[in-house]
Structures are given as C-alpha cells and as structure tokens.
C-alpha cells in the first residue's frame, strides 16, 4: 500500500509556469536569425523593458550618443535649407554650368581630330525611280519638290542600266591621290548611301552618293566608289532623311587633296 502511494505521488500532475513563447516567424527576422548574437541582444532587451513595463525603443542619437550629440557638425548647405539655396541662385551667387556646344571639334591625344554633331532630324521622303530616270537629277527634283535642302540617304538600292564612278579598272602606281579615271559599268544592281547638301553657288540640293555594284554579266564582278551619273534600269528605291538642323555644308581639305568634305555650320 506505501509503495502504492508513492507511485500515485510520482504520477501527480506538477504545476506549470507559462507557457515560453516561441518566434514563429521565419526568414530573415524568424528563427533563422535568433542565432546571430545581434538579434538575440535585441530580444533580451526587449524582454527586459517588457519585465519594467516600458515599451521599446531603438536607442537614438539622444541617448547612445549624447556625447556624440554635442560635437556633431551639420555642414552649411544642408544646414541653409533649400529655400537659402533658392535665394542663392536668384542672387546668381551659385556656379552656373557652361552650355555644351552643338558640336564639337574634339582632338585627341594621338593627334587625330573629330568632328562630331548632334542632328535633329525631320521628314522622311521615299522615292521610287522607274527605268531610264537618272539618278542624281531625279533625287534633286524629289528634293525641290518636298523642299528638303539637306538630309541623308540611308537607302539606295535597285538595278542601274549604266553606273558612273570615279574608279580605276587597271592598277595605278600612287593609290594615295584622288585618282584621275571614271569607269563607266553596264547592267549592274546594288546597293549604297549618301548625302544630300545644299549649295550656295547653284542654289540646289546636291547629292553625294557611294555605290557598291556587281555587273550581272561578268560573274558579279564588283565596282564600287562616288556615283558621278547613273541610269535607272528596272526600279531604284531611295529614303531620304531630312536634317533640320546643324546646317551642312562642304569646305576644301587641304589634307584630303583639296577635296570638299563636310562640316558643321
């Protein structure tokens, strides 16, 4: 019967405090960062301010770093606020930035120059020659007609019954000069691209054209150069971009030979 006893004593409910919380969120601020000595520092003084019967707060400048506090320094322009920083400028006591120029002549350090422009563009002009329409004086009156004065051709395909180009079809002993030949070429088609820029003299529109062709009756055999006159054979197609502005114009090279290449205005 005692031993009886003693084991009902032994089974005997215990009395149990609260139960412990548990954090039930997972992640970063979950019960993968309760291992991380930062965090588990957070949670005991959150339970001791809790055990005061305060609320937390994250200590501040007022009071981490009092001492701090005194000798911070705020620098003067945040200090002034944005409404002194107005009054600056409309004093004109502030440092203004230089406008950028619309081009540039820009040298570099190996001694090359380049010039280089922001275009803005305009219209767009596609134009179809049929047979027998040459090429440069059709582009020139599809320019009148639409009253572009520059732009360029970032198209120009088609079939041509006769090309003209400044060319060279034997070898030549100095390739450094302009050469002095024209090749004319029959039944060719391809492909190439261009300028159209106005000239004071004639008061027209004028084309600059580069053509790479391949004649049909000789294996495709390639030509290429600047279009001096060229016939329409079965269709060209061409696109014009107008360029509104920088003006464009040609001025003579003395390290190209005295050629006309284009600048900026």
């Known amino acids: ?9 032994h089974l005997r409910a215990r009395p149990r405090g609260p139960p412990a919380r548990r954090h039930a969120r ?6 993968g960062a309760l291992r991380r000595p930062r965090v588990l520092r957070r949670l005991r003084r959150r339970r001791r301010d809790r055990a005061r019967g305060g609320r937390h707060r994250h200590p501040g400048p007022a009071r981490g770093a009092r001492g701090q506090l005194d000798r911070l320094v705020v620098p003067a322009r945040r200090r002034q606020g944005r409404a002194a920083r107005r009054g ?18 820009a040298r570099r350090r190996d001694g090359l120059s380049v010039q280089s422009s922001e275009v803005t563009t305009g219209r767009r002009v596609a134009v179809v020659l049929e047979p027998g329409d040459e090429v440069l004086a059709s582009l020139t009156e599809a320019c009148r ?17 006769t090309a003209r ?3 060279a079809d034997v070898p030549v002993d100095d390739q450094e000069p302009p050469l002095p030949h024209e090749v004319t070429v029959t039944y060719t088609e391809g492909i190439g691209s261009g300028t159209i820029l106005w000239d004071a003299d004639t008061q027209t529109p004028t084309p600059h054209l580069h053509l790479a062709v391949g004649v049909k009756n ?3 055999a390639g030509f290429a150069g600047h279009v001096l006159g060229a016939e329409t054979h079965y269709t060209v197609e061409v696109l014009i971009e107008e360029v509104v502005a ?16 284009m600048r900026f205005a």
């Open 26 to 31: 997972r992640g970063p601020g979950g019960l």
């Open 246 to 261: 920088p003006a464009l114009l040609r001025v003579p090279d003395p390290r190209a030979y005295g050629i006309p290449t």
């Open 218 to 220: 000789a294996a495709a």
């Open 145 to 161: 007609a639409h009253g572009i004065r520059q732009g360029f051709v970032p198209v120009f395909s088609g079939a041509f019954r």
């Open 88 to 105: 600056a400028r409309a004093r004109g006591g502030h440092r203004r930035r230089r406008a950028r120029p619309r081009h540039r002549d």
């Open 1 to 9: 019967m005692p031993a009886v006893q003693r084991r009902a004593a």
């Open 165 to 167: 180009f400044i060319a």
